[in-house]
């Protein structure tokens, strides 16, 4: 079993919250997203950037959680916003349609 995700969170200001996510975001790591991502979402006025920049994987487990993370926002007054994605992770989400719900920050990174 791989749990190769590192999750750090740091406020950058008042009202926004930057979660750095490092590794890959699969069936085993997915659990340890949420449970810190989650929370966040539940503080009204927030904006949560998550920079994606080091993750090198997401599978369709992790796409949930970021599926349950954008319904908890929209519950809370809060807001999600995705940064830095890979070109393949970033295909991931334009396949499913999920970048015309979420928020994507259009900067792309490069993949091999």
Do not use: C, H, W
Not at 9 to 26: F, P, Q, R, S, W
Not at 58 to 83: E, H, P, W, Y
Not at 85 to 111: A, Q, W
Request: zero cysteines.
């Amino acid at each position: 079993m791989n749990m190769n995700l590192e999750v750090e969170v740091a406020e950058k200001n008042k009202t926004t919250v930057l979660v750095l996510l490092t590794g890959e975001v699969d069936a085993y790591t997915a659990p340890k997203l949420k449970e810190n991502l989650l929370p966040l979402t539940k503080k009204e006025g927030t904006l949560i950037e998550v920079n994606l920049e080091n993750v090198s994987y997401m599978d369709s487990t992790g796409l949930g959680v970021f599926i349950s993370a954008l319904k908890s926002t929209k519950a809370n007054n809060s807001q999600l916003k995705l940064m830095n994605l890979e070109d393949r992770i970033l295909r991931l989400f334009e396949i499913t349609g999920l970048d015309s719900i979420i928020t994507i920050d259009s900067t792309v990174r490069g993949g091999n």
